[in-house]
């Protein structure tokens, strides 16, 4: 009876905010406002019953058509009727009168519960997240006792000495489940408390309590009122629970637990009695539970990287749209990549990635560069055919060994994934599964995508952990991913991924997340895998370092399209688009240490969210060059250097005047005049 | 390992000893001395006197404790006030009734829990919609009111079942699991749902792991995933709830005893409750802590044992 209060699992969906646009910067404040409380129908209606049963049952001695004690002898054990709206008890007394005029004592009290539970929940968890481990030790160890207590028989024995005290039994209650609000807010304040800015406030000298106060409690704040909702829930069941067992209000006082327990005694005869008051009560907690969930973030499938059947069988359809859209020429090269006027797009209309094209000819290595948010990834993914649930291909073609990889039904990627097409992601740790051992996941993807029985996988599994640079593979075999290095980690990952002999890999920023020195190991041993396996790799980075040493070729994404896309050297040497321009003038090793500038250039703002893309030159209102004539939208024409395309209508002025991107907080417009002078003075000299 | 289990040993023994602390006090503010308790009503103030002499009751609180915790630790809990059994044999009579009681609901819970929930997540749309919905009515409808139901439609109108009462297994093992269905059903109800939204949640937040994308990516078979990795590391949080509901379903079991009218622990704490049997209830309170903070602790050891980082440190 004493309620489970752990009811915020899967809270931080946070890998949906890298696949969905979402805007910045709310405040913890606005988030359960208005709008998500009133957000789901069934929000709405609990606020509405929620209300109605408050305001009926204060008015309740204005309107009520009999008093609770009222007992007509006429109608005992009756249905509804004209007289009797929801019927009458075994004494005859109106069930409507009395429901309602017991429900602001019911509430009420359960109020009491939600107060104390809440309040000393939080306050315990800002207590301990302000104090530091010790005292953060202490508590967990006093609210984990109190967790595992039997609750009720407690409450029960508290009943023996205190008495049916109803307001003190609650709140005793409220004791008891604050260690569970404790643990739901406990890694929330800690979180809190570790923000930079209350590093900052500490330093000004505000105090614990200051703080906690100012910065703490105000992030906690929909926890807390989600907590309430469901809290004052678990109180209406637990009071009514023991007003059923006998511990209510003392009789002839009426409380909801009471009536249904005395409607079960007459539940051979009249049936009906046991339904307005349970129906009450359970619309009662529904509505609390409906306010709790809405302000909650209800755990959902968005950011899943296996779609549900449902979401599974909706890609099967749209995969189907574009497979009859454009049927997959045959003559295609073997082992060559084209990608053909890719669009993906999330379910909702929004395109992350529009209109993209760009081939990979066998054994060479593609890059594809941009900053955060520009679809490299995206792009990456669709490869593979693994974007995530609610994202898909949109139009376009992959085309690849003759089949159209973006039309391929799921059983036919599931032939190419991992034997063709395989995938390094960009943190090892987190792509290996923590639960096996790195043998185990080793040798069950040799087994599948070789075919080897289980003693030859093992010595295969060896070998290939040997091919990648560990030294100790057979230590390694045995160990859990969370025991080796990171660097250890993407070197496993590597081997992973070669376990199918595939001939194209996808590798989405695989040394982001390591060291500088571990960064330089795993390039040279993707450089080393390309030469030895003639593979062909399509590698997603933001760093033109790993570009200038591994690429032949290199595709610039800006915002969802390619801007520019040609040979490395030709790119890195002679940049055409001003957002190549850009990147190349902001990346410290571009420069040379002779004329390094005093100040690295930026480019000024962020790349805009998805929605907000122009149908115009989505690089605009960021580029230094822009100008009236920007305003159209543009097209990949050739750039004039080899086979390499560029996206911008003033690629070849700019190509005439030689300009650079210059370091400076000025906006674009301005620069363009003062850069125009520049060349003035350059032509001059 | 060994330092964890000690650790969680002494914690436990710290758990149980401060309910006996809390126990004992609550025991000794309860209206009424010993003596008038266990004499009733019209005795005289003499009598009174005597068996509360004779109880120890006006020793000082520490020596009642340590005599009454002496006692308890070598098997004696005391002697009823209302009947003068021996507190001990009785629980030990009721012991197996919540116990078998709260197992069932408990297993019940769990099966169900585990199957909605992972259905839930791995077929989603409508069944999802559907799951949700009918789990969110009963975490909402109080277990005496299913409990009620399932009376009249399943014993009074079919009589697929007894109505009440409990049948002890060394009578007849048939008769004994059909007293126990309509308990355990009736508790499975609000349980199971809640272990159904646990496991929805927890193989959400598996499935959004970055790893099985890469099991995707070595065309490991969608069942694999699901069954195997996925669950696997979502078992950590069931298996968490599934602790919690032991112990909520062990409390309450009083609910479902005194609709059943069976005769369990449950039944033990309301009657001395209601009758201000001190030495019955401080007995009860200590047995029905020791049983729950037990079986945590075993659930707590399997927990860390699914975990290879906790399994290794």
Redesign the interface.
């Known amino acids: 009876?004493?309620?489970?209060t752990?009811?915020a699992?899967?809270d931080e969906?946070t890998?949906a905010a890298a696949v969905l646009p979402q805007t910045p910067g709310q405040s913890a404040a606005k988030k359960f406002a208005g709008s998500k409380l009133f957000g789901s129908p069934a929000s709405i209606a609990g606020v509405i019953w929620l209300a109605a049963l408050v305001a009926a049952s204060l008015t309740a001695p204005l309107w009520l058509p009999f008093k609770t004690e009222d007992q007509d002898f006429t109608a005992v054990l009756s249905g509804p009727t004209a007289a009797h709206w929801l019927g009458t008890d075994e004494l005859g007394r109106d069930l409507l009168s009395r429901i309602f005029a017991s429900a602001a004592g019911t509430l009420g009290t359960s109020m009491i519960t939600v107060i104390v539970a809440v309040g000393l929940g939080t306050l315990l968890a800002m207590l301990a997240a302000a104090a530091g481990d010790r005292a953060e030790n202490v508590i967990s160890?006093v609210t984990?006792?109190m967790?595992?207590?039997?609750?009720?028989?407690?409450i029960?024995?508290?009943?023996?000495?205190?008495?049916t005290n109803i307001p003190l039994i609650m709140g005793i209650l409220g004791v008891l489940i604050s260690a569970g609000i404790y643990r739901v807010m406990l890694g929330q304040a800690k979180s809190l408390q570790s923000q930079l800015y209350v590093d900052a406030a500490k330093v000004d000298g505000m105090g614990m309590a200051g703080i906690s106060l100012r910065h703490v409690l105000p992030g906690l704040t929909n926890t807390i009122v989600v907590q309430a909702a469901l809290i004052f829930?678990v109180g209406m069941?637990i009071q009514?629970?023991l007003a059923?067992?006998?511990?209510g209000p003392p009789i002839p006082e009426p409380s909801w637990?009471g009536m249904?327990?005395g409607?079960?005694q007459h539940?051979?005869d009249a049936?009906w009695l046991?339904v307005p008051t349970?129906a009450v009560?359970?619309?009662t907690?529904?509505a609390a539970?409906?306010i709790g969930?809405a302000l909650g973030k209800a755990?959902?499938?968005t950011?899943?990287?296996?779609?549900?059947?449902?979401?599974r069988?909706q890609r099967a359809k749209s995969v189907a749209a574009i497979a009859a859209a454009a049927p997959a020429p045959k003559d295609s090269a073997k082992d060559t990549l084209s990608v053909r006027n890719l669009s993906v797009g999330v379910d909702n209309g929004v395109r992350l990635v529009t209109d993209v094209s760009f081939d990979v000819e066998p054994g060479t290595v593609l890059g594809l560069v941009g900053e955060s948010g520009c679809g490299k990834t995206m792009t990456a993914l669709s490869l593979?055919g693994?974007l995530p649930s609610g994202v898909s291909v949109a139009e376009g073609q992959i085309l690849w060994n003759g089949t159209n990889l973006a039309a391929a039904t799921e059983k036919a990627m599931?032939?190419i994934?991992?034997?063709e097409v395989?995938?390094i992601?960009q943190?090892p740790m987190?792509?290996?599964?923590?639960?096996?051992t790195v043998g185990y996941q080793l040798t069950?993807?040799i087994r599948?995508?070789r075919g080897t029985g289980r003693a030859d996988a093992k010595a295969e599994a060896l070998g290939l952990l040997e091919k990648v640079g560990i030294v100790d593979a057979a230590r390694i075999l045995k160990t859990?991913p969370?025991?080796i290095s990171g660097g250890m980690a993407q070197r496993v990952?590597i081997a992973?991924?070669l376990?199918?002999r595939p001939r194209l890999l996808v590798a989405d920023e695989p040394t982001t997340a390591l060291d500088v020195t571990v960064q330089a190991e795993i390039l040279s041993l993707l450089r080393s895998l390309v030469k030895d396996t003639g593979m062909s790799v399509v590698m997603v980075t933001h760093d033109l370092g790993v570009v200038a040493d591994l690429c032949d070729q290199v595709a610039v994404m800006y915002a969802g399209q390619v801007v520019e896309n040609g040979r490395t050297d030709s790119i890195l040497d002679n940049p055409r688009h001003p957002y190549t321009l850009a990147l190349l003038a902001a990346d410290p090793h571009a420069n040379h240490a002779a004329d390094m500038p005093e100040r690295l250039a930026t480019i000024t703002g962020q790349v805009p969210q998805p929605k907000d893309w122009p149908s115009t030159c989505r690089f605009a209102s960021r580029c230094q060059f822009a100008g009236s004539a920007c305003t159209v939208p543009v097209p990949l024409l050739p750039s004039g250097a080899g086979d390499g395309v560029v996206r911008c209508v003033k690629a070849d002025e700019l190509a005439v005047v030689g300009l650079d991107w210059v370091a400076t907080d000025i906006p674009a417009r301005h620069v363009l005049s003062l850069s125009e002078t520049r060349t003035v003075e350059k032509d001059h000299a | 390992m060994a330092l964890f289990i000690t650790k969680r040993l002494l914690m436990a023994l710290a758990t149980v000893l401060v309910v006996a602390v809390l126990a004992f006090l609550l025991v000794h503010a309860m209206p009424g001395s010993p003596g008038a308790v266990s004499l009733g009503a019209g005795a005289s103030q003499e009598a009174i006197d005597e068996v509360n002499r004779r109880l120890g009751w006006s020793d000082p609180l520490l020596v009642q404790f340590f005599s009454w915790l002496g006692a308890a630790v070598q098997g004696d809990l005391g002697i009823s006030l209302i009947d003068g059994r021996s507190v001990s044999a009785d629980l030990a009579s009721r012991l197996p009734v919540t116990a078998s009681l709260a197992a069932g609901a408990t297993l019940l819970s769990g099966i169900l829990g585990i199957a909605l929930g992972v259905t839930a997540a791995v077929r989603g749309g409508m069944v999802d919609r559907v799951i949700g919905g009918v789990a969110g009515m009963a975490v909402a409808l109080p277990a005496f009111w299913i409990g009620i139901i399932f009376v009249y439609l399943l014993a009074v109108q079919s009589s697929v079942f007894p109505a009440t009462g409990y049948v002890p297994f060394e009578d007849s093992p048939q008769d004994w699991a059909l007293s126990l269905a309509l308990p355990v059903i009736t508790l499975a109800v609000g349980g199971g749902a809640f272990i159904a939204r646990q496991t929805r949640a927890s193989m959400l937040e598996a499935l959004q792991q970055e790893h099985i994308r890469t099991l995707r990516a070595t065309a490991t078979p969608t069942w694999k995933i699901l069954y195997v990795h996925a669950l696997r590391y979502a078992s950590l949080p069931i298996v968490a709830a599934i602790a919690l509901q032991f112990i909520q379903l062990f409390g309450g079991s009083v609910i479902a005893e005194q609709l059943f009218a069976m005769p369990g622990l449950g039944q033990a704490v309301q009657n001395s409750v209601s009758t201000h049997d001190a030495p019955s209830v401080q007995g009860v309170v200590v047995i029905a802590t020791v049983v729950v903070v037990a079986v945590n602790l075993v659930l707590e050891l399997a927990t860390k044992f699914l975990d290879p980082k906790l399994r290794a440190s």
Request: zero cysteines; proline letters at 8%.
């Open positions: 009876m004493i309620p489970n752990a009811p699992p899967a969906t890998t160890r984990e006792i967790m595992s207590l039997p609750g009720t028989v407690i029960l024995a508290v009943i023996g000495a205190v008495g829930a069941l009514a629970g059923f067992i006998g511990f637990g249904i327990q409607a079960s539940v051979y049936p046991m349970g009560l359970a619309l907690v529904l539970n409906a969930n755990p959902n499938a950011a899943s990287h296996l779609p549900s059947a449902a979401a069988r593979l693994l599931e032939g994934r991992g034997r395989a995938l992601s943190e987190r792509a290996l599964d923590p639960m096996f069950a993807a599948r995508l859990y969370h025991q990952a992973l991924a376990s199918g």
